[in-house]
């Protein structure tokens, strides 16, 4: 089912429209999209279409089409959508989007990275059409903060239009240290 809020008749700022797939069966979501949306309620963004199948997506983009609007952003968790990227890439035509990529650790011989399925992701990527795209990676341990500075770097875009606040995670450019602890305080999450 489709969450539009903030859809009225007035044409909003900037916004992005949120896709995340509901989890397979069996298996651990990790729901980074709807964790960086609640940061981004709390920060004081409430234009978010939500859209959890293709049919929710086609359902928003007729509503915007009729409204005269687009998207300036899309925000899409590849686990769970890798099938649906092909379908999603014609819905989102030239509009940057901003991936999230789930990454699984693992240990051989003093360790090492596994990416499930990073030759597939990789492959539909080169396929895709061309726009402006970041890939940020999370896992099950770091995935509060990696939500915490990407709402923190959609507000910033959203704010101002440019994209270059979205390519590089706060986990490498600076120390976001105090700001994830007060994002935290203000979700209830702190320790």
């Known amino acids: 089912?489709?969450?539009v809020l903030g859809l009225g008749a007035k044409r909003m700022q900037r916004f992005a429209i949120y896709f995340e797939a509901p989890p397979?069966?069996?298996?651990?979501?990790v729901q980074i999209v709807r964790m960086s949306m609640r940061a981004l309620f709390h920060h004081g963004v409430k234009y978010w279409p939500f859209a959890a199948s293709?049919?929710?997506l086609r359902d928003i983009?007729?509503?915007?089409?009729?409204r005269g609007q687009k998207p300036d952003l899309f925000v899409v968790n590849t686990f769970g959508s890798m099938k649906l990227l092909p379908s999603l890439d014609f819905l989102m035509g030239e509009t940057p989007v901003f991936f999230f990529r789930r990454t699984l650790f693992w240990l051989k011989d003093g360790g090492g990275e596994a990416d499930a399925g990073s030759t597939h992701f990789s492959t539909i990527l080169k396929q895709m059409t061309p726009r402006l795209t970041t890939v940020w990676r999370y896992g099950g341990a770091n995935a509060e903060d990696v939500a915490i500075d990407c709402a923190r770097r959609i507000a910033l875009f959203l704010a101002d239009g440019?994209?270059?606040?979205?390519?590089?995670?706060?986990?490498?450019?600076?120390?976001l240290g105090n700001e994830r602890q007060a994002?935290?305080?203000m979700l209830g999450t702190a320790d």
């Open 1 to 3: 089912m489709a969450v």
């Open 24 to 29: 397979e069966p069996g298996t651990r979501p």
């Open 54 to 56: 293709l049919n929710d």
């Open 61 to 66: 983009m007729k509503t915007l089409q009729a």
């Open 162 to 175: 440019k994209f270059r606040n979205l390519e590089h995670s706060g986990h490498t450019d600076f120390d």
């Open 183 to 185: 994002w935290r305080k």
